[in-house]
């Protein structure tokens, strides 16, 4: 198994940046590809973007050249790079991990974390 807990939340003004993190405690966490998706009130959960065990990524084209994925495999940790926010990025944020990438990028991951929120005001 494995533990995830997201940080980095907050409230930014539209344009700004945020970047969250996702802690991984537990399992290799090399052996996990990873994840991040949002769900904003009366909405359906949203896939974000996911990044493999060896790195490649993919994106939304909702955030494709906004946000960013990166994985520190010594740290166990995982974040998002948010730039260029729009009100319609207000959402809670969550972290997920599988051991198979495309069961993440398809919405089905095995490991979900609590959430955090992101407000961007307009």
């Known amino acids: 198994q494995v533990q995830l807990v997201e940080s980095g939340g907050g409230l930014v003004q539209a344009g700004g940046s945020l970047r969250l993190s996702c802690a991984a405690s537990?399992?290799?966490?090399?052996?996990?590809?990873m994840g991040w998706f949002r769900q904003a009130p009366g909405m359906e959960r949203e896939f974000v973007g996911a990044?493999?065990?060896?790195?490649?990524?993919i994106y939304a084209d909702s955030v494709k050249g906004r946000f960013t994925i990166t994985r520190d495999n010594a740290q166990n940790t995982m974040s998002l790079q948010m730039n260029s926010l729009k009100p319609e990025d207000t959402a809670v944020y969550h972290c997920?991990?599988?051991?198979?990438?495309?069961?993440?990028?398809?919405?089905?991951?095995?490991?979900w974390g609590q959430g955090t929120q992101v407000t961007v005001s307009s």
């Open positions: 997920a991990a599988d051991t198979v990438f495309r069961e993440v990028w398809r919405g089905s991951p095995g490991y």
């Open positions: 990044i493999s065990m060896s790195g490649t990524t």
């Open positions: 537990g399992r290799t966490f090399t052996s996990y590809a």
